[in-house]
């Protein structure tokens, strides 16, 4: 590859919204979107068998796209295997992806925070450590979700979602207290801003909704800046974008949407 790419990992299609962030800040660096949609959804897994799975699956990817950087904005992967493949593939910058408790908490007026997440993220003690070093003054929830990835998934694809079924995964976000409201929810999955419409609509109450999207892109954007620039001009046929599912089997949604978002899809 004359360009070496920024390669984006997540279980599905949530990395797509940090992919929209990154080629606004570098649009001239070159894209390589893995999902690992063979093990989704990955809060279904046994920590020590995803972890192991990741680290593995990483050994291919690495050898195959020689990427400069590698980006993790799925929550689940980074919170439980960045420490991992830090250590197994020291050559390569890594980038996780973290609930944005700490400026949940700068922003917060009532001081009632809700972090939505999967329930691996939800119950892993990083999370609990975040809120320990950055939130102490505020009280803050921790929601599980079992089926919002899921329904962003089918959201994506097919264009319309079951609203109950995002009001019912959303409605212990809502916290009222001494007087005062949950004012910040903080999206700790990046398939979660893609139904961040419908969560408003089904909302009881306005609130801030958290997406850290932005800040993943600034953050790699300030680590390749270290690392040189991007060729400048027009990218040749054989730098485009590509999307790699894991599973091989991306059906007419899927690729519909791949393109949509100017990927080209190729093989595992």
């Known amino acids: 590859m004359a360009e070496r790419p920024v390669l984006m990992f997540d279980s599905g299609i949530g990395g797509l919204t940090v992919l929209r962030e990154a080629r606004v800040l570098m649009p001239d660096r070159r894209f390589v979107y893995v999902a690992d949609d063979a093990a989704f959804p990955y809060g279904d897994w046994e920590e020590e068998a995803l972890d192991r799975r990741i680290v593995d699956l990483f050994g291919t990817l690495l050898d195959r796209y020689r990427p400069e950087i590698a980006v993790i904005p799925c ?22 992806t973290v609930p944005a408790i700490k400026p949940a908490a700068e922003r917060t007026r009532s001081g009632l925070v809700s972090v939505l997440a999967t329930p691996g993220t939800v119950k892993r003690q990083y999370t609990r450590d975040l809120i320990a070093q950055w939130a102490q003054k505020c009280h803050v929830r921790l929601v599980g979700s079992t089926k919002l990835a899921r329904l962003a998934e089918i959201y994506m694809r097919d264009g319309f979602v079951d609203e109950e079924e995002v009001s019912a995964e ?7 207290r001494d007087g005062k409201r949950t004012d910040i929810v903080v999206l700790a999955c990046t398939h979660y801003p893609f139904l961040v419409n419908r969560m408003r609509k089904m909302a009881p109450w306005p609130v801030d909704w958290l997406d850290p999207a932005e800040a993943i892109a600034r953050r790699t954007l300030s680590l390749l800046d270290g690392r040189g620039e991007a060729p400048a001009g027009d990218r040749a046929a054989d730098l485009r974008d590509i999307a790699v599912f894991t599973s091989g089997k991306a059906d007419f949604a899927i690729r519909r949407l791949i393109q949509g978002f100017g990927l080209s899809l190729t093989q595992p």
């Open 170 to 176: 959303i409605a212990p976000c809502f916290v009222e």
């Open 75 to 96: 929550n689940t992967a980074s919170t439980l295997s960045l420490a991992s493949l830090r250590a197994a593939y020291p050559g390569t910058p890594f980038v996780g």
